[in-house]
C-alpha cells in the first residue's frame, strides 16, 4: 500500500481527535457510574445528553478514518493503520492509547449497562410490592375508624 505523507498526517491528527474524545467519554462514563451508585437518576438526565453528543462525535471520526481508508481501497484494521503511522511514533502510540481507550469505555459501558438494568429490577420489584398493597382493602375508612375486612365469602351463604 502506497502512503502518501498527507494521508499520515491527517490520519494521526484524526487519531489524536479520536484520543481526546475517547479520553472524555471515559471521564463521562465515570460520572456516570458514580450518578447511578448514588442512584442519583435525576442527574443522569443531562448527562445522557450529553453521552449521545461524545458518542457522535466519536462515530464521525470513525467514520472519516473508514472513508479515508476506503480512498486508498484498503480495510480499515490495526495492521493498516500501524503501516500507515510507522514512520510517526507519536501517532502509533496515540493509536494504541486509541485501542486502549475504546476497550476500557465499551467495559464501562457495560457495567454501566448493568447498574442500569440492576435499578430497573429493584424499581420493577418496589412497584410490584407497592401494587399487590393497593389490591388489599382498606381497613381505615375516611373517618379513622378501623373498618372489617371480609374474607369475600359472606355468612349464611353456602
Do not use: C
Not at 503501516?83 to 457495567?111: C, H, I, K, M, T
Amino acid at each position: 500500500m502506497a502512503i502518501d505523507p498527507g494521508f499520515a498526517q491527517r490520519l494521526a491528527r484524526l487519531i489524536q481527535e479520536e484520543r481526546t474524545g475517547l479520553q472524555g467519554f471515559i471521564a463521562l462514563l465515570r460520572r456516570e457510574e458514580a450518578l447511578l451508585i448514588a442512584t442519583q437518576i435525576d442527574a443522569l438526565a443531562s448527562l445522557a445528553e450529553e453521552k449521545t453528543a461524545l458518542y457522535r462525535t466519536l462515530q464521525r471520526l470513525s467514520d472519516e478514518r473508514v472513508v479515508m481508508f476506503a480512498r486508498l481501497g484498503a480495510a480499515v484494521n490495526d495492521a493498516n493503520i500501524r503501516v500507515v503511522l510507522a514512520d510517526l511514533p507519536d501517532a502509533l502510540g496515540a493509536w494504541q492509547e486509541v485501542v486502549s481507550l475504546a476497550a476500557e469505555a465499551r467495559e464501562r459501558n457495560r457495567v454501566n449497562g448493568q447498574l442500569i438494568t440492576e435499578r430497573l429490577q429493584n424499581n420493577q420489584q418496589a412497584l410490584s410490592v407497592l401494587l399487590a398493597a393497593a389490591e388489599h382493602p382498606q381497613i381505615y375508612g375516611p373517618d379513622g375508624q378501623s373498618r372489617p375486612t371480609s374474607s369475600g365469602r359472606l355468612f349464611g351463604s353456602a
